[in-house]
């Protein structure tokens, strides 16, 4: 059966696409789409076009499994081309989405009708590539410069109103309407000449505009090759003809196409999709009904945890120990979701609802009808054991507990229970409310369904979740230790926190090590006692230098929390140096390189050794998404094929006597110097 089918109605030509599950522009409806174009030309009774989908969708955009195989004729450029050509009025009727070749679609037609659902997008920039079918061109055209430029190199999603009111969308129609409003808009163009199509529409704009853009975006855009190249053929539309303005266009997509940044983004975006198979567990495991959440803990985490559900409609118990706690507690969820409020992603309304569904209770008792309850308290093993032995006591047999917890064994919170096999880990990441990722922990008896229902709760959340094994620290955590000891290593021998914080910001993280210690807290992991020094963290915490919470960590800060070298913090360093017996000296920024970025692959390939991460790519995922690592470099297993496993492996052998004598060299990653493998095909 074809993906493409057409009909006659009355003189006007349906064509509808049906190619599940989001009518990718795959090869075959290209050909659809053009056979389409060509009936419509020749038949004379013809007198105009819609053309829909069928399914969820309109075009949602390219078929992106094509992209490592050899190019099909036609190609999309060639489609938007004959659809804009075509001598009869060409309706779009768009539903779902119109993403990226299918947005580029929509705009080569001659009209555009939606329904209040639908959205409009040009995503490409997430992928590290620009429009490759006249997005570049078309858009400013249609819709203005300052339009295009936010909807090309930012990738968000216009909603069908705000699609109307910018010129992208003609006419709203009714959202069970639409194809029958689409055939009447089309009867009533059909006559109208001339046809108003995009390529001959006027464009212009200051030239002025472009570099405020740029710099209104610096700090988006770091480090990112695509926004700019999209600046730059948006430029090229207001100074060149059409057909060149294509050209340049086409040259960019090209570039973008073939570089290392766009490799691996396009990497991190199947590794997401990816990442959500769980190897080793059959198809037909159901996953277990949720309908109603426990959290345990109204601290930071809890609180973030719960707002999680609450967005989504699903109703939470929240338990704590002490009246004042808990009402604190529920008192930042309000403030939180009212701060969203306030950048207009919710509504007081919907801050009402989503409040209504939070039950707070100090009795741990009242869980006991959740289906999932989350254990979010201080991070100690006796303090979470004590947790889940009462939690087996009152929680339903049908329960799933789950701890937060980052780093300690699931194995051992589920052994004090009498359902092991109902026991995992959830360990969300700060802000739990905005963080994507979700560290899904298997333990060694978790059973597959409880598996595949964390799985689930993940999608329901909006969580992108990452399968690991259970090991001290799961596989972000576990990875994120050998830097953070070597970052502190690296004070003692000479470098500065700011030297340190900078290699890393320059190879594109959002912070570095110290400041990333000083905005989550150096008290983090800290032992309490305040006579007890045995490395700079202690002495800062036995100081009050808690971080940006008390205007002092590894930095000095300010009322606003701007950071400032601290003399005193270069003073307990030098304690420790001449404790040390070091004498100081001056560290290269590619020494730090080697000394904090490889002994993360390293750990990686450690990890995969032992069958925590399920594949290299989960290990990517957890990293751009839980640690900042920057996307363009595709996480650091993808970084290490960039880079080739043998260089990866010289600079640890370099360094390996830095490192003492726990390090251990990955097998695999030997393997892979040696062979010149790669851990992502």
């Known amino acids: 059966m074809s993906v493409i089918s057409f009909r006659k109605q009355d003189g006007i030509l349906i064509v509808t696409s049906n190619n599940p599950p989001v009518n990718a522009l795959s090869a075959p409806v290209r050909q659809g789409l053009m056979e389409a174009m060509a009936e419509a030309s020749r038949d004379d009774t013809v007198k105009a076009v819609v053309i829909r989908c069928d399914g969820s969708t309109f075009f949602a955009g390219a078929d992106l499994t094509e992209f490592t195989k050899p190019p099909i004729e036609p190609l999309l450029p060639a489609v938007v081309e004959a659809i804009e050509a075509c001598p009869k009025p060409v309706v779009a009727a768009v539903h779902g989405t119109a993403l990226g070749g299918g947005c580029e679609i929509a705009i080569g037609c001659h009209y555009?009708?939606?329904?209040?659902?639908?959205?409009?997008?040009?995503?490409?920039?997430?992928?590290?590539?620009?429009?490759?079918?006249?997005?570049?061109?078309?858009?400013?055209?249609?819709?203005?410069?300052?339009?295009?430029?936010?909807?090309?190199?930012?990738g968000d999603n216009v909603p069908a109103r705000k699609a109307r009111e910018i010129g992208l969308v003609d006419r709203i129609s009714g959202e069970e309407t639409l194809t029958e409003e689409a055939i009447a808009f089309a009867r009533e163009v059909a006559n109208m000449r001339p046809i108003p199509r995009t390529s001959e529409k006027p464009v212009g704009a200051d030239p002025a505009i472009f570099d405020a853009f740029r710099q209104a975006n610096a700090k988006r855009f770091k480090g990112l090759e695509a926004p700019e190249e999209i600046i730059r053929c948006i430029e090229a539309a207001t100074r060149l003809p059409f057909a060149e303005g294509l050209e340049r266009e086409r040259q960019g997509f090209i570039k973008l196409f073939f570089s290392p940044q766009s490799a691996a983004q396009r990497h991190i975006f199947f590794a997401q999709r990816k990442a959500s198979h769980i190897e080793g567990i059959a198809e037909d495991v159901k996953p277990r009904e949720i309908r109603k959440i426990g959290v345990v803990g109204a601290g930071t985490m809890g609180g973030g945890i719960s707002m999680n559900f609450l967005s989504a409609g699903i109703p939470v118990t929240i338990v704590e120990q002490q009246a004042e706690a808990l009402e604190r507690g529920i008192g930042v969820v309000r403030k939180n979701f009212e701060a969203s409020a306030a950048k207009g992603r919710m509504t007081a309304r919907q801050i009402e609802a989503a409040m209504g569904l939070l039950t707070p209770t100090l009795e741990l008792e009242d869980l006991a009808d959740c289906d999932l309850i989350i254990e979010a308290v201080f991070e100690n093993m006796e303090v979470k054991k004590d947790v889940f032995r009462r939690l087996d006591g009152i929680a339903k047999p049908s329960a799933i507990l789950a701890s937060n917890t980052s780093y300690l064994s699931i194995d051992e919170i589920a052994g004090v229970t009498g359902r092991p096999q109902d026991v995992l880990g959830l360990h969300f990441f700060s802000p739990a409310n905005i963080m994507k990722l979700l560290e899904v922990v298997r333990g060694e008896r978790t059973a597959d369904d409880v598996l595949v229902t964390a799985m689930a709760v993940a999608k329901m959340i909006k969580k992108t979740a990452v399968v690991a094994r259970v090991c001290y620290g799961f596989i972000g955590n576990r990875m994120l230790l050998p830097r953070q000891i070597e970052a502190e290593k690296l004070l003692i021998e000479g470098a500065t926190p700011e030297q340190v914080d900078?290699?890393?910001?320059?190879?594109?993280m959002p912070m570095g090590p110290f400041q990333m210690a000083d905005l989550a807290g150096t008290d983090i992991g800290w032992h309490r006692d305040p006579k007890r020094i045995d490395n700079i963290r202690d002495a800062l915490c036995a100081e009050n230098r808690l971080g940006q919470k008390a205007k002092a960590g590894f930095y000095?800060?300010?009322?606003?929390?701007?950071?400032?070298?601290?003399?005193?913090?270069?003073?307990?360093?030098?304690?420790?140096?001449?404790?040390?017996?070091?004498?100081?000296?001056d560290i290269s920024d590619e020494e730090i390189v080697q000394r904090t970025l490889y002994p993360i692959v390293n750990e990686g390939a450690l990890i995969l050794e032992e069958g925590i991460a399920q594949r290299a790519s989960d290990i990517d995922v957890v990293w751009v998404f839980g640690y900042g690592w920057p996307v363009y470099r595709g996480g650091p297993m993808f970084w290490c094929d960039l880079?080739?496993?043998?260089?990866?492996?010289?600079?640890?052998?370099?360094?390996?006597?830095?490192?003492g004598p726990a390090f251990k060299l990955s097998a695999l990653l030997k393997e892979k110097a040696e062979t010149g493998g790669r851990f992502n095909s």
């Open 502 to 508: 900078r290699v890393h910001v320059e190879f594109g």
């Open 112 to 154: 555009r009708i939606a329904v209040p659902s639908a959205a409009f997008g040009a995503p490409e920039v997430k992928l590290g590539l620009c429009p490759g079918a006249s997005g570049t061109q078309r858009l400013p055209r249609l819709i203005g410069v300052e339009a295009a430029l936010e909807m090309t190199t930012k």
């Open 556 to 585: 000095d800060y300010d009322e606003k929390r701007n950071p400032s070298p601290s003399p005193r913090v270069a003073e307990i360093i030098q304690q420790f140096r001449s404790k040390a017996g070091v004498e100081r000296r």
């Open 643 to 659: 880079e080739g496993a043998k260089k990866i492996v010289e600079g640890l052998e370099r360094q390996r006597d830095k490192f």
